[in-house]
T-cell receptor, first 114, second 113 residues
Framework: DTAVSQTPKYLVTQMGNDKSIKCEQN?????MYWYKQDSKKFLKIMFS???????INETVPNRFSPKSPDKAHLNLHINSLELGDSAVYFC?????????????FGPGTRLTVL | GEDVEQSLFLSVREGDSSVINCTYT??????LYWYKQEPGAGLQLLTY?????DMKQDQRLTVLLNKKDKHLSLRIADTQTGDSAIYFC?????????????FGTGTLLAVQP
């Protein structure tokens, strides 16, 4: 059983297009995240939702819009894609227990903008 | 600041010990973590340490924390080829509402047979 799943795994698209990435977790967690990992493997938090409420919104262009229809899903929509958006996008989820923040990551979505 | 620094690359022979180092800047971090990323996969939590501890051992893994120098290390004993991966340290602030983790720059561990 996949704990955190993302679709699609690969996404190749032209500059200027709009695309979405979907994420689902079946762990019963109440917090979900989107991260961006660039070609140098640097990992940066983009957004986080707790119980469908946005709680982290880093300095990300407003072309990126997260949506959480329920606690188990967090989708990422990107408008007007640019070359610099090419990266691997990871979804993650967690549940706070005794202060430890163990995050469970999805397999990633490799986005290539041509 | 929020910069968490790691050396980029470490190469060891199978059976040797590996030591991966991390320097963080936020002294209020309550927990510090080590995550592992295998090729083509997401990150996976390996171990963590509470900031009032200076050492934690978990089978082949030993975490050392020097709060004065804001230095964290991960020692892997008897390193195996299956340990080849990118290792990320991360810090988080307990008590906040955001569950935010700040990840280090990552260290690529290459284990030679």
């Amino acid at each position: 059983d996949t704990a955190v799943s993302q679709t699609p795994k690969y996404l190749v698209t032209q500059m200027g297009n709009d695309k979405s990435i979907k994420c689902e977790q079946n762990l019963g967690h109440d917090t979900m995240y989107w991260y961006k990992q660039d070609s140098k493997k640097f990992l940066k938090i983009m957004f986080s939702y707790n119980n469908k409420e946005l709680i982290i919104n880093e300095t990300v262009p407003n072309r990126f819009s997260p949506k959480s229809p329920d606690k188990a899903h967090l989708n990422l929509h990107i408008n007007s894609l640019e070359l610099g958006d090419s990266a691997v996008y990871f979804c993650a989820s967690s549940r706070r227990l005794a202060g430890v923040n163990e995050q469970f990551f999805g397999p990633g979505t490799r986005l290539t903008v041509l | 600041g929020e910069d968490v620094e790691q050396s980029l690359f470490l190469s060891v022979r199978e059976g040797d010990s590996s030591v991966i180092n991390c320097t963080y800047t936020d002294s209020s971090s309550t927990y510090l973590y080590w995550y592992k990323q295998e090729p083509g996969a997401g990150l996976q939590l390996l171990t963590y340490i509470f900031s009032n501890m200076d050492m934690k051992q978990d089978q082949r893994l030993t975490v050392l924390l020097n709060k004065k120098d804001k230095h964290l290390s991960l020692r892997i004993a008897d390193t195996q080829t299956g340990d080849s991966a990118i290792y990320f340290c991360a810090e988080s602030k307990d008590g906040g509402a955001t569950n935010k983790l700040i990840f280090g720059t990552g260290t690529l561990l290459a284990v030679q047979p």
